[in-house]
Structures are given as structure tokens and as C-alpha cells.
């Protein structure tokens, strides 16, 4: 085995692929934060019309700021819902986590760097240069998934008009 093919696949290994599942595994629980944020906020904004809306319809304290609010609170949900969706929070999330699995899967099994035992073996540099194209075309699929992304949200924002 050749010191230098281990070295490139340590190097490959730390610097291309541990670097790309950490970005996506950042981002990935970065958009699920993002989510989850969201939804907790719109319905506790849906929560409270609900409370206000209850109190518009008495008479109790300040009719017109709790009929205000009544109008405005689930507005502002559905303002809130609608940043969500635009964004594309969880579809994004979807994408990296679906990313990181096949590289995680490309990365898999690590190439074989023993010399070649027959005349028709594949060689060390072979093995590594199977193993880069593997990881290599995974991460160009994922560049493929943003594309549509976008074609979806595109696609829905003209269904819309």
C-alpha cells in the first residue's frame, strides 16, 4: 500500500467528505430549528386570536383593542405560515438530509488499497478514482435537487395567479 494513496483518501475523507455531511447535517437541523419555530409561533399567535376573539365578544375590559386583536392576531399566523412556506423550510431540510445520506452511502465501502493480486485486479489508484467519481456524482446530485426546488416553487406560485 502506498503511503500517498492513504494520505489522499485521509485528506479526501477529512476535507471533502466529513466537511460536506457536517455542512449538511448543520444545515439540515438549521431548517428543522427554523420549522419548528415557525409552526410553534403561528399557532401560539392562533392561540391567543382564539383568546381574544372570546374576549371581543363580551364585555369585558377593552372591547375594541380584543376585537383588533381578534382581526389582526390571525393575520399575522397566516402571514407567518405563508414565510414558511415560501422559504421552504422543511423541503430544504429534506434536501440535505437526503444528501448527506448518499454520501454517506457513496462513501461506502472505503477503496481497496492493496496491490493487485491478478493482472485483470483494478490498482490502488484505480480503487481510489472509483471511490472519488462515487462520492463526487453524489454531491452533484444533490446541486440537481435545488433545481427542483425551484421549479416546484415556481410551479406554485403561477398556479396561484
Avoid at 374576549?55 to 383588533?68: D, E, F, R
Avoid at 412556506?85 to 465501502?109: C, H, M, N, T
Avoid at 446530485?141 to 416546484?152: H, I, P
Wanted: charged share 20%; no cysteine; net charge negative.
Amino acid at each position: 500500500m502506498s503511503e500517498r494513496n492513504q494520505e489522499f483518501l485521509e485528506f479526501y475523507q477529512e476535507n471533502r467528505i466529513q466537511d460536506q455531511l457536517k455542512f449538511y447535517r448543520d444545515r439540515r437541523d438549521l431548517f428543522d430549528r427554523a420549522t419548528g419555530q415557525g409552526l410553534a409561533i403561528s399557532a401560539t399567535l392562533l392561540g391567543f386570536a382564539a383568546a381574544v376573539s372570546a374576549l371581543a365578544g363580551t364585555t369585558v375590559g377593552w372591547v375594541k383593542v380584543w376585537s383588533a386583536l381578534a382581526a389582526i392576531l390571525p393575520a399575522m399566523s397566516t402571514a407567518l405560515a405563508a414565510y414558511i412556506a415560501l422559504y421552504a423550510f422543511e423541503q430544504q431540510s429534506k434536501i440535505y438530509g437526503d444528501a448527506r445520506r448518499a454520501v454517506l452511502a457513496a462513501s461506502r465501502p472505503l477503496p481497496d488499497l492493496t496491490p493487485p493480486q491478478g493482472q485483470g485486479d483494478p490498482t490502488p489508484e484505480e480503487n481510489i478514482a472509483e471511490f472519488v467519481k462515487r462520492v463526487e456524482g453524489a454531491l452533484r446530485q444533490e446541486q440537481g435537487q435545488w433545481g427542483q426546488l425551484t421549479s416546484q416553487i415556481q410551479i406554485s406560485d403561477q398556479t396561484k395567479q
